[in-house]
């Protein structure tokens, strides 16, 4: 079907204000083709931080859906990508995620291509009469840099990087992000639409039910949640017990194992909780100078809570003063109920100390803690109760704000365009 009669023919799937939300927005391989063809094709997309392409030769690899695209550092140290295929016969060229060579060759018959996608050498090429080389180098794609992370597009003739993030990127050049070291870097394969993996990271109206404990530090009824361009924002103040819990006399368990992460001593703060943050705060602080980090312009509040920013459309991060979870959704090729998730964490480093990229590794089900793993399940579970016919849409409350927001960002790109 034309990309137009497709739109057209999905219609129907539109978010409309004060409806629900249509539960085949996540289901349907129609509306999985849409998003193909008009969001991941035409959308900047986070593809690699920039201490993943260190030196000329170094390659990212990013997969999404049916695209592959790799960003490859040149000679003279600017980046360019690619679609990562190869022209002789459609090889994947780079299977590998990140690799360094002075050349990209591709593993089936050993075309070869040079750094700048020209391609090089084609083993007995007097056997194809009439091919030029010149014409069957690699395809480009848009490729820029902004916030610390190298960002691909698809579509040639896309606004610029920097307009999509404006709303966020004076808030992201805060942390300096480009000088952080990855910690760790893994990916799964989950049962549900990339939309779904992401929804349980855009909200934190779940906390209270699912991840009770999490109350003892972290005020989920202070959570606060702000649409950005097409990007939003959740702010969760961390250190301080829910209100929900009322007033504490003993300060909650997992606050008391913060605090002696932080060098604190728990006993001090019975019977005044509310001084734990301030201390944290200060605790930062101190532990920052201590190891000769530059907390550059964060203070206050940006030394304690979650400052989540969810760039449109498939990543979180996850901002703490010295830490930062990054969670990205990648579309299956095929199936609209899988998708890839991608958890990094990245750490703050003292100048000159950065070691070497750590491995992707690919998570199991009983990684990443009790909470990942219950939002794991919740997310798995709602994939599989959707299909119910007792279900048609996602009721959404205000607090569940920045699930909607990207429905509305998705509509613009599959339906305005
Ligand atoms: S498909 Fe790449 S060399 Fe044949
Ligand atoms: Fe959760």
Known sequence: MEE???????????????APVAKDRYLSSAFMDLEMARLWRKTWLLAAHVAD????????????????????????????????VCQHRGNRLCPKAFDCSDRLVCGYHGWTYGLDGALMHVPDQERFPGLDPGAHGLRRVSCDVAGGFVFVNL?????????????VLAELEMYDLGSWQLATDSEMLVEGNWKLSSDVNNEAYHLANLHPKLLGVADDTACEVTTAGPHSRLTLPVGTPSERLGELDEVPEVLVEMLRDAGLDPSEFQGRVGDARPALA???KRRAARDGLDLGPLD?????????????????????ANRVLFFRHRPHPSDPERCWFDQQVYVRVPAGKRKPRPARTTASRTDGGD?????????ESVARGMRSSGFTGLLLSDAERPIRHLHESLDRCLFDG
């Open 371 to 379: 909470m990942m793993q219950a939002d794991l399940h919740a997310l």
């Open 282 to 284: 200060e605790a930062t």
């Open 300 to 320: 206050g509040a940006r030394l304690t809570d979650n400052f989540q920013i969810s760039l449109f459309p498939n990543v979180q991060l996850n901002l703490y």
């Open 53 to 84: 392409l260190p030196e000329p030769g170094s390659t990212a690899v990013l997969d999404c859906g049916r695209e592959s695209v790799v960003v490859v550092n040149q000679p003279d140290g600017t980046l360019a990508a690619f679609h990562n």
């Open 4 to 18: 137009r009669e497709l739109a057209e023919s999905l219609t129907h799937l539109r978010v409309v204000d004060g």
């Open 155 to 167: 579509d040639r003739d896309a606004a610029p990087l920097s307009e999509f993030l404006s709303p």
